[in-house]
């Protein structure tokens, strides 16, 4: 297998949400998962290849190819590192976490009866990223920084607003994955990501979130992870019974043989694959986290399921000679299910011994990314590119819009006001009629809209002397009589002007691609819902 280390800098903040019940409220990851690396790589090895799915001879990209996580990164005479999740064995006393906090901590780290401990000392540094300097015996916390956005969605009527809260890991932060692949794609896996492109990962892409760099895209013949951490022989005890230990460097995904879900590997598993015998499990320092996705492609959630969390380490005593060989192959493979979507990588007999914690400080940090960082506007933006920020400057443009028009309402303070020279001579259900049959006017396209209003006042001129004829013609909307603004909005024969506030020079702009400016007939209608609305209001529709 080969490998590709991808060095990801974040340009906004990336929302990866970590639950998947409410959407008002989203916790994030603080990582990037493989899962999503991958969903990225496959939609641009689509796009490259104009296709609108994956077909049959592209399958290999589903079950060869290995996407690890993307992990916060650490910098050492001008090189990145990829960080490791902080192993679930370090204790500390309550009293010294309140007071110093992690930096500077002592640690105690148990991988073996937790009797040892008193009520004083709790786990520490779970959930966070690590580089572990075995020279002085110090686990170096790597902080990942996030960032808490509030959101207002306003309803097209300025009524059922929402508030949403986003955390998202924050913007200009490295992060490194691994890809693992077979050497015969090599090609193909070189030609759909390169160093300078830009991506998109995770939520919201078209309200300001996701976009990163690809700092660096390097080729290596074995995972720098696996590689750089040491390795210690397996334990044995007075008795002489042998022991290994396993370390999670992702979330887990395993069944037991019935297929229930298991919290811990299971011993004919390990068995088979390591060649020894009589493998029992005997302690775990570990818990379940869920997991959870999206699939754009379906616009829908993924099947949560629980897994044993990165950082998780467990205990085994087994009989036999250990095989490092054995060993390392199936590191390189992982255990249990979606190993392709970042889970199940593992480390047999990592050295973890610690006895103190520390806040790595990223100083070379600013400089690494200075002489990888490439100037934005020589930096040519693909078709995904492209489209991606078209749907962002427009919807920022029609949020504009939609605001001056909704501003019409709010500045006819009383039914006599003469802004806007308006006068509604409609009752109130024929204001409801024409209100409710504009807000339908949207499912379709553009031209099935003005032939429905085509309809619409072909039916109102075919009571020639009806009364509804009369109040319409009785009624002005910018000194026009509201029939002939109806006529004139399905024809679409006059251009819309209007002294609106906000209305004029709003096109939204970003890296030389404009927002599409909104038609006349929609500009007519908005203009005409937001007064109808604000007559309906008054009069307590």
């Known amino acids: 297998m080969k490998y590709m280390e991808l060095t990801i800098q974040t340009q906004q903040p990336v929302k990866l949400g970590f639950g998947g019940g409410q959407t008002d409220v989203e916790k994030a990851l603080n990582y990037i998962p493989g899962s999503t690396i991958r969903g990225m790589f496959i939609q641009k090895y689509i796009k490259k290849n104009g296709l609108s799915e994956l077909r049959e001879d592209d399958y290999w990209l589903l079950k060869d190819v290995y996407f690890g996580d993307g992990m916060i990164a650490g910098y050492w005479e001008g090189k990145a590192y990829q960080s490791i999740p902080v192993p679930m064995i370090y204790f500390a006393k309550k009293d010294d976490l309140r007071k110093n906090g992690l930096n500077g901590l002592s640690v105690k780290t148990i991988m073996g009866d937790k009797s040892e401990l008193s009520e004083e000392e709790k786990n520490v540094g779970t959930g966070q990223f690590c580089f572990i300097k075995r020279t002085s015996k110090k686990c170096n916390i790597c902080p990942v920084n996030m960032v808490d956005n509030l959101h207002i969605n306003i309803g097209d009527d300025g009524e059922d607003s929402q508030l949403f809260r986003y955390e998202a890991i924050d913007r200009d932060q490295t992060f490194i994955c691994m890809i693992g692949y077979s050497e015969e794609h090599e090609d193909e896996i070189k030609d759909v990501i390169k160093e300078n492109d830009i991506i998109y990962i995770g939520g919201s892409k078209s309200s300001g979130y996701g976009r990163c760099l690809i700092l660096d895209c390097i080729k290596i013949e074995e995972d720098s992870v696996l590689k750089r951490e040491k390795r210690v022989e397996p334990s044995t005890d007075k008795l002489e019974k042998q022991y290994f230990t396993i370390y999670a460097l992702s979330n887990l995904l395993l069944k037991n043989e019935d297929g229930s879900v298991a919290s811990y590997i299971p011993e004919s598993l390990l068995e088979t694959a390591l060649g020894l015998e009589n493998i029992k499990f005997e302690k775990a320092f570990t818990h379940i986290t869920i997991t959870n996705g999206f699939n754009f ?114 500045s006819l303070k009383s039914l006599e006001s003469n802004v806007h020279n308006i006068s509604l001579s409609l009752s109130n259900s024929q204001i409801s009629e024409l209100y409710y049959f504009l807000m339908n006017l949207n499912d379709n396209t553009e031209d099935k809209n003005k032939l429905e209003l085509k309809n619409f006042v072909q039916n109102i001129e075919k009571r020639n002397n009806s009364i509804t004829k009369k109040v319409y013609s009785n009624s002005y909307i910018n000194g026009t009589n509201l029939f002939n603004y109806l006529k004139d909005m399905a024809e679409d024969k006059t251009k819309f002007t209007s002294s609106i506030s906000g209305l004029n020079n709003n096109r939204v702009e970003l890296c030389g691609i404009y927002s599409k400016e909104i038609t006349n007939f929609e500009k007519k209608k908005l203009y005409l819902k937001n007064i109808l609305y604000f007559y309906m209001r008054e009069r307590g529709e």
């Open 297 to 410: 492609k379906w616009n829908g959630r993924l099947v949560q399921q629980s897994a044993v969390a990165a950082g998780s380490v467990f205990v085994y005593s087994f009989e036999g000679n250990w095989d490092k060989e054995r060993a390392k192959e199936i590191e390189k493979r992982g255990i249990g299910e979606r190993k392709q979507e970042g889970f199940g990588k593992i480390i047999f007999n990592m050295d973890m011994q610690c006895s103190e914690m520390k806040v790595y400080e990223n100083k070379d940090e600013e400089k690494y990314v200075e002489e990888k960082y490439v100037n934005e506007d020589k930096i040519l933006l693909d078709n995904e590119d492209k489209e991606t920020i078209q749907r962002l400057v427009n919807n920022i443009y029609q949020k504009r819009v939609r605001d001056a028009f909704r501003n019409v309402g709010y």
